[in-house]
């Protein structure tokens, strides 16, 4: 046998002895997934994203676990995502404040589309306009006619700079024409709290992190985001209704996985939550939300979070709205 010939086997005899661990990768998913919500236990994006946890990890049949990592309007627990293997193992459930963060942060750890696969949006739920009970006021014409009476003396609560909640009560800032100072905290239990306390003016907020607070009196409910009436919440008009058209807002929330995550183990995963929402009693959970089903593939949701960014964050840009 020549040189030529020899080295050409021992090269074939190489390949064969790596092939069985090229061919024989664990099958997806083959370990525990994780689900980092970048926001507070008890906000609804934490209760949206656990209310399929245990669906997926049935279907699935490896755990799911949900792991809050708030702060920082929710960029704290996104990074980690984003930084995280393309594998399918971490997941992050996030809300509408992610696709428009780069129009308000001059240095993000990551960037909202490019580091990030759409999965699929879990829901869009309505957000409720609260008002601390002791403001006087009853309804969104009242409120905004204080508000101007008052120009910088009333702030507004949010779940941190860049959160969904900051960007609806910015987008109903800028529509309206009023001046508001920014307070950004920790989370929902914390905006609900300090605005009961009258510290805090008004919010906007996923409903079910308010409901109980509203029917019980403590807050007053002044509008919906939605273009129609929440379920929850029938007597209280949306925001169109109340008088601000062009104020409503899309509180959605949905799964991302880092980029570069193979779109096989994509595509499985949007097929797989698709099928957890469709479960009668995940339906009948979101439904009690206010959640209304927002199906699409990862190429949809990819393409609504570059249309948020275009034309929301164009809005805030415009307004000069920026973390700080």
Not at 30 to 40: A, D, E, L, Q, W
């Amino acid at each position: 046998m020549d040189l030529g010939r020899a080295r050409l086997l021992a090269i074939g005899v190489a390949l064969l002895a790596l092939a069985p661990r090229v061919f024989a990768q664990d099958p997806y998913p083959s370990r525990t997934i994780k689900i980092i919500v970048p926001f507070t236990p008890g906000s609804v994006t934490d209760i949206m994203a656990r209310s399929v946890s245990d669906k997926l990890a049935a279907s699935l049949g490896q755990p799911v676990i949900v792991e809050n990592r708030p702060g920082a309007g929710g960029t704290l627990g996104t990074a980690q995502v984003a930084k995280s293997a393309p594998d399918g193992y971490t997941l992050a459930v996030v809300s509408a404040g992610h696709a428009v963060n780069p129009a308000i942060y001059d240095k993000l750890p990551y960037d909202s589309l490019k580091d990030f696969s759409g999965v699929i949006p879990l829901g869009n739920l309505p957000s409720v306009m609260f008002v601390s009970a002791g403001l006087g006021v009853k309804s969104v014409k009242e409120f905004v006619a204080l508000a101007k009476s008052k120009p910088g003396e009333l702030n507004y609560s949010s779940a941190g700079v860049g959160s969904a909640s900051h960007v609806n009560a910015e987008k109903f800032r800028v529509v309206t024409g009023i001046k508001a100072v920014h307070i950004p905290m920790k989370g929902a239990p914390e905006m609900v709290s300090e605005t009961i306390a009258g510290r805090t003016h008004f919010g906007f907020l996923g409903i079910a992190a308010a409901l109980s607070a509203i029917r019980d009196g403590r807050l007053v409910g002044l509008a919906v985001s939605s273009a129609k009436r929440a379920p929850t919440l029938p007597d209280i008009p949306t925001i169109a209704e109340a008088g601000v058209p062009g104020a409503e807002f899309d509180f959605w929330i949905g799964v991302l996985a880092p980029a570069q995550t193979p779109r096989a183990v994509v595509n499985r995963l949007n097929g797989e939550f698709a099928r957890a929402l469709q479960s009668p009693d995940v339906r009948e959970r979101h439904a009690n939300l206010g959640a209304e089903p927002m199906p699409m593939s990862p190429e949809q949701f990819d393409a609504y979070m570059r249309e948020q960014l275009a034309t929301l964050g164009g809005l805030l840009r415009a307004a000069g709205v920026k973390a700080n």
